[in-house]
Each structure stands twice: as structure tokens, then as C-alpha cells.
């Protein structure tokens, strides 16, 4: 490996030919203050257009400043990051940037956790010099899940790169020129016209207010918490409890599941519950499915394969647009989410003896595209929808906040029953690997009959984005499985499947985002540190190890949901409550 | 794909077998929305979604180019292209005023063409004729030293 020797504020320093001025500024410790560069390699995500100019540095026997996000250090390069001429720069260029800036700071969605409001309060902001012509007309663009406000967008191309370059969706593109220029969809559609699967990654690393979760459920969802005669009902998904806690100081990957059960209650939820009781019967399902698709193969009859994991509502956007003639391989049976929900307004409404419409059913999502999801058409019952609001962990965060509730001084609490009980199966769902994890632990029991030992799944484990292949034995039978995060590799795995499925999959887990769930649009913000999402993961491993039942099967509630209510797994009531369809969407 | 009459499809067919005759689709992109310009005049929507199946690349990638590129238009070119110059020598010899006065005639902006298709209008920057300015070219014609009241006889020529 060649070295280079450089000397940065005054500190001779080594780093491997073709690393940049900031990667060696990062290995002394010098903080040089960026706002569009954005590496996290992890995920295979490199943003370097250094169009924003704030991490100029001088260099020595250079004319003009470099920026120091892409400029490749050079053998005896000497350079200076805090000169005045540097801060001067650096101030200028933030100026310019705000001239051209809204000033609605105190009420914009990501106040406190802007990039821009940052850097400028680092830099010293006080008055911008500058003045004239400014902001595009570009219309406030909301959808669902996120809401696009462009006269913010400062054009770091971040939302671009990870569309693009890491998920592949393609929803999003830098069109036209001068002040006009702006991302945006084809032709400048609304989202909901676009190819935009919803799956946040935008959101995650918009460094301003331009793209933010929609948060308009919570307005209404108050209203109903005040309102005596609804019944609020809520479920958190597996990774809302890996992140919730780093919103009110605890490091990231401290699991807060009973202090989050205890702040809900204090909001004013009827019953807490827990959308890991719905996994677990995701997995009855799909389980169910996979050994009869397996049954079917094996006997050599025509079956789809593989069977493809359906939980993730941003990879069923993505299948129905981008590959619509494969809409046979997704299990038919609905995500944890919708399976809540379905079993909440009819199960847990007979129980309680009310009407549908008097329930009102909240799930709290690691996941902007959960909220798309939940007013999907296929998911209500005469025009009632199974599930009322979806908000994020954010937005979860948010409220408590509001409710004045300090997370870490509430004594923890437990989930209520019957719908709040769940096996660690249900707990790894949070995380890449562990829906299919989930899935074998239950299919191997079924399929021998014999107890499974170890529960780990080593070989399809993994804590980072990409693909994971392996041959599983259970008895005599091989099964091949995948494990896919990031819509970019469950692209790869369609192209396999497109070329004749070579490697002869039977079984794949697909999650859009990269790392799984608990690296969602709805996540508390990582500000480019993967190494938050991996301590989010061994949160969940953690939580999993701890849980005395850790196969879906075995979780006795669920054993007695199919008892009394819904039969067979796959069958009759199940199928009309569990299951659902896809349909091929053309979209630009 | 967006075929609705005999001679649109025959346009998307000869779209098609330039495409398919390109040894690589990979950065030919500029190249072919050049060509799909020359064959269907403009740019509309549904070629751009055309090619960029045919391409496999997004949409959006497509209309990032045509809309950065002032060469690609998305709007159908009347049956006269009326161009002002707006380069400086035109510029200050008052192409302004030309420009303005089209505007009003025609009642269409910059970019736009008359609901009946007979002429458009568009702004450039210098034609090579300064000697001339302030100058107007309808397609391939040129006209120098035009003043707003020539505007109606010029518009008369075009039958």
C-alpha cells in the first residue's frame, strides 16, 4: 500500500495514497466542518460533488482554496484548515448559502438537527451580507411519507446519490440549471407519481429541512387520545426500542422497550402492545407458505420461487414498479404492521366488544413507507382502515418530548396482553437476516419435527448492508436461502432471479433499507455513522438472546389467536385476515 | 409504448433501430435523445419514458438531461421557429424591444408555440451576424436591423 506523508496545522501525518485532505485531517483529529459530502461505505454510499465549498482548507504552493472533501492528498502537501482567509471562505460560502436559504428555522421540521443551522452557528452567523433574487418556485410537494420542501434543498445532491447509487430506485435526479436547478422526480411529478418507493434513505441523509417524514398523523392522533370514546390501541415495532432511547441521551444500541411501554401509557394509550407479537405471526404464516411452496418443489410441481419476504412496504413498492412481472414470488401474507391491524379491528374488537370504527389502531415504525402502507386500499374494511396512524420513532420521540416525559426517570412497564406478547423471533425482525432467521427457527421444527438446538442462524447473520447466501440442512432437505438489504441488492437478487435463478434460491428476506429496519426513514437521524445502525442490530440480538421463548410457534398467545379465533395458519380465517395482493404499477 | 397513431409508431421503430444498432447503451444517452429530437422534433414525455427503457436507465435521469440541456426542448416547435438573438450587440441595439413585441403578437412566451402550431418563439445567444443587430431568424432565414414595427410584415411572410 503506498503512503503519503503530509503535514496538516503544523501535524506531519501518513495516509494511504488516494485518501483526502479530510480523511487526514479525520486521522489527526481535526475537525474540518463539511455540509455535502456524505461517505458511509458501509452501505456503498460516497456523495462528493464539493459543491457547498465549506471544507476549504489552504494548501501550500496552491493558488485557490481546495476543497478539502476531494482533493487527493499529495506527497509533501503542507496545509492549513483554520487560517483567517480559510474562515473568511468558509463564512462567505455559508452566507451565500443562506441568502438563498428560508429563515423559518424556529418552526422547520429539522430544527436542531441541520446540518446548515450547525455549521452556520459553528461559523458564527450573525447577518447575511448578501441580498437579491433568491429561491426556486418549486411546489411544496407532499406525499404520505415524505414531504418535499425544495425552496430548502441546497443542492448536495445527498438524496440523489443514496436514490440512486445505493438503492437504485432512480426516483430522483438534479434537473435543470442557474437558480432553477433543483432535485427532482421525471417532469417534476409529485412522488406519488414517481418511482419513489418511500423507503427514507433521503430523509436520513438530507442534511436541511428540504426532505422530511411526514408528521401530520400526530395532530389527528391527539385528537382521538383526547376523545373519550375511542379506544387507542398501540403496537411499536422491534426497532422503535433499539433507537428511541438515543432522542432522550442514552448511547445508541440501549434497548428502552419498558421505558418506552411506561411513556406510552402516561401518553394516554388504552392498551400498549407490541407489533413483535404480530411478527411472530408473520412468521406463522410465511413459514407455513415456505413449506408448502417447498412441499410443492420438491415434489416437482410448477411453484413460484423463491419465496420472497413481504414484510417490507418499501420493497413491495419497489417489486410492483420495477419488476411487476415477478409480483408471484413476495409471500402473499401482509407485514407485521397490517397483520396488527387486522387482528386489532376484529379479534381484539369482538374481545372488547366494540365496533370497529370505535378502535382506533396507532403503530409506532422505525418507517416513513409503513404510513403509505397503512392507507394502502387493500387494508381497510368498509373504507375503515386496519390501521389509523403510522408515525415514527422520531415522531414518537417528538411526543413524548412534548408530554414533558423524561424516558430515562419512568419506571419500566410491561406490554399489555394478549397482543403485547411475543418471542425473540419476533424481536430480530428489526434487523437484516432476522425475518428469515425467524422463518427457518419455526419452518425447521415443522418440516423435521425435531427441537432446534441452536437458534442462531450464524451463516446468514450479518450486521452490515448487502447479501447474505447460504444452504441451510433442515433434516434431508437443503434450502437455500438469501438475506438482501438495500434496495441496490435486492436488485441484484432480481437481475439473478431474472437470469434463471442460478444459485437456486428457495427462500429470500428483503429489506429496503440498508442494515435493516432499525436504519429506517423514520429513525432518530444517524448523521452518517454506520456505526450507530450496528449497535441498533445488537440491541436487537441482545433483546433475543434474553427472551426465554425464541421461536414463533411457541408463543402461547398466538397458539391461542389460531385456537379460538382463526383456525388452520394459511387457511380460512387466516388467509382472509393475513394475506394480501400486489399489483404491477407504472410509474415514472 | 405510447404508440396511438401509425406514424408516431413508425417514429418509436426508427427511435428503436438506433438504439439497437449502438454497440453499447452505456453514456449514449445524450446521443440518442439528439436523435429522438431529430425524428420526432421534440421531446415529450413518453419518448423520454421510451428511452429510457430502451437505455435502462431512470427517468429521471433522462429528463435531468433535456432539462439541463437548452438544445432539448419538451414542447412541439411551431411550423416557423421565430429566434431573437439576445447576444450583447443585439442586446443593446434593442433585440429587447423585438423580443417584447413577438411576445405580444403572438401572445406566447419564450419557449412556447401558438395553440394552432404555426409559429414558435425562443431567445439565443448570437447568431454571427452583429454587423446586422439587432437580428430575427425565422428557421433559417435571417433578418438584421429589425425594429419592432417590421414585426407584422415578417409574421406576414410566413403562409
Request: hydrophobic share 35%; net charge negative.
Amino acid at each position: 500500500m503506498d503512503m503519503i506523508n503530509l503535514i496538516i496545522d503544523g501535524q506531519p501525518v501518513q495516509v494511504e495514497k488516494g485518501s483526502t485532505i479530510l480523511d487526514a485531517a479525520k486521522k489527526l483529529g481535526i475537525e474540518i466542518p463539511t455540509l455535502c459530502h456524505l461517505h458511509m461505505h458501509e452501505i456503498g454510499l460516497n456523495n462528493q460533488p464539493a459543491s457547498c465549498r465549506v471544507c476549504v482548507v489552504e494548501v501550500e504552493k496552491r493558488r485557490n482554496l481546495a476543497p478539502a472533501c476531494a482533493t487527493p492528498v499529495a506527497e509533501g502537501m503542507v496545509v492549513h484548515t483554520n487560517t483567517p482567509k480559510v474562515l473568511e471562505e468558509r463564512r462567505t460560502v455559508l452566507e451565500l448559502m443562506l441568502s438563498d436559504h428560508p429563515k423559518d428555522c424556529l418552526t422547520c421540521a429539522k430544527s436542531g438537527e441541520c446540518d446548515l443551522q450547525k455549521v452556520s452557528e459553528k461559523m458564527g452567523i450573525r447577518k447575511i451580507r448578501v441580498t437579491g433574487t433568491s429561491q426556486s418556485s418549486y411546489p411544496m410537494d407532499t406525499s404520505v411519507s415524505i414531504v418535499r420542501d425544495m425552496n430548502k434543498c441546497i443542492m448536495c445532491r445527498r438524496c440523489e446519490t443514496v436514490c440512486n447509487q445505493v438503492q437504485t430506485v432512480g426516483a430522483l435526479s438534479g434537473v435543470n440549471r442557474g437558480f432553477e436547478a433543483v432535485v427532482s422526480t421525471s417532469f417534476q411529478v409529485p412522488l406519488n407519481e414517481s418511482v419513489c418507493t418511500y423507503c427514507g434513505q433521503c430523509v436520513q441523509v438530507c442534511p436541511v429541512g428540504a426532505l422530511t417524514a411526514n408528521a401530520s398523523a400526530t395532530d389527528r392522533l391527539m385528537e382521538d387520545l383526547a376523545n373519550p370514546d375511542k379506544i387507542v390501541v398501540v403496537n411499536t415495532a422491534p426497532a422503535v426500542r433499539a433507537a428511541l432511547g438515543e432522542e432522550f441521551g442514552y448511547p445508541a444500541g440501549t434497548s428502552v422497550t419498558g421505558k418506552m411501554v411506561a411513556a406510552l401509557r402516561k401518553i394516554g394509550f388504552d392498551y400498549v402492545f407490541d407489533t413483535d407479537f404480530a411478527a411472530d405471526l408473520t412468521i406463522m404464516e410465511e413459514a407455513t407458505e415456505l413449506a408448502e411452496r417447498l412441499q410443492k418443489y420438491i415434489k416437482g410441481e410448477p411453484v413460484a420461487m423463491p419465496l420472497m419476504t413481504s414484510c417490507c412496504p418499501a420493497w413491495v413498492n419497489f417489486i410492483e414498479t420495477q419488476y411487476p412481472e415477478f409480483l408471484d414470488l413476495p409471500s402473499s401474507a401482509k407485514s407485521p404492521q397490517q397483520m396488527f391491524g387486522a387482528v386489532a379491528k376484529t379479534y381484539f374488537a369482538e374481545k372488547l366488544g366494540v365496533q370497529r370504527e370505535q378502535l382506533v389502531v396507532v403503530s409506532v415504525m422505525p418507517c416513513i413507507a409503513k404510513k403509505y402502507e397503512a392507507q394502502r386500499e387493500e387494508f381497510a374494511a368498509d373504507q375503515n382502515p386496519d390501521v389509523d396512524y403510522s408515525i415514527s420513532t422520531h415522531e414518537l420521540a417528538g411526543l413524548i418530548k412534548q408530554f414533558n416525559f423524561d424516558l430515562k426517570n419512568l419506571a419500566e412497564d410491561d406490554f399489555d396482553d394478549p397482543l403485547g406478547e411475543s418471542t425473540g423471533a419476533g424481536v430480530i425482525f428489526g434487523k437484516t437476516g432476522g425475518v428469515m432467521e425467524a422463518a427457518l427457527r419455526t419452518a425447521y421444527e415443522w418440516l423435521t419435527g425435531e427441537t432446534l438446538k441452536k437458534v442462531e442462524f450464524e451463516e446468514i447473520r450479518s450486521t452490515s448492508s448487502g447479501i447474505r447466501k447460504a444452504a441451510v440442512q433442515i433434516g434431508g432437505l437443503t434450502v437455500n436461502v438469501a438475506v438482501a438489504s438495500g434496495l441496490g441488492n435486492a436488485r441484484k437478487i432480481m437481475e439473478e432471479i431474472k437470469a434463471g435463478n442460478p444459485d437456486h434460491l428457495h427462500a429470500v428476506e428483503i429489506m429496503a433499507c440498508p442494515g435493516g429496519c432499525v436504519n429506517g426513514g423514520g429513525q432518530p437521524y444517524h448523521h452518517g455513522d454506520f456505526g450507530v445502525i450496528k449497535k441498533r442490530q445488537a440491541a436487537l440480538c441482545g433483546e433475543d438472546a434474553e427472551k426465554k421463548l425464541r421461536k414463533s410457534h411457541e408463543n402461547p398467545f398466538i397458539q391461542k389467536l389460531y385456537e379460538d379465533y382463526m383456525g388452520q395458519p394459511g387457511h380460512g380465517k387466516a388467509h382472509e385476515l393475513l394475506h394480501t395482493t400486489y399489483a404491477a404499477k407504472e410509474r415514472v | 409504448m405510447g404508440c396511438c397513431s401509425g406514424a408516431d409508431q413508425e417514429k418509436y421503430d426508427e427511435l428503436k433501430r438506433f438504439i439497437d444498432a449502438l454497440p453499447t447503451k452505456q453514456g449514449e444517452l445524450i446521443r440518442v435523445l439528439h436523435r429522438a429530437q431529430g425524428i420526432f422534433g421534440y421531446l415529450p414525455r413518453e419518448v423520454q419514458v421510451f428511452v429510457a427503457r430502451e437505455l435502462e436507465v431512470p427517468v429521471s435521469k433522462v429528463y435531468g438531461v433535456v432539462s439541463f440541456y437548452s438544445y432539448f426542448t419538451m414542447k412541439p416547435k411551431g411550423k416557423y421557429e421565430i429566434s431573437v438573438c439576445m447576444g450583447t450587440a443585439c442586446y443593446v441595439r434593442g433585440a429587447e424591444n423585438v423580443l417584447e413585441e413577438l411576445r405580444k403578437k403572438l401572445a406566447i412566451e419564450p419557449g412556447e408555440t401558438t395553440p394552432d402550431g404555426k409559429f414558435s418563439l425562443r431567445s439565443l445567444r448570437c447568431v454571427g451576424a452583429c454587423g446586422l443587430a439587432p437580428v430575427m431568424m425565422v428557421g433559417d432565414k435571417v433578418y438584421g436591423r429589425v425594429t419592432p414595427d417590421m414585426v407584422d410584415s415578417i409574421l406576414a411572410e410566413c403562409e
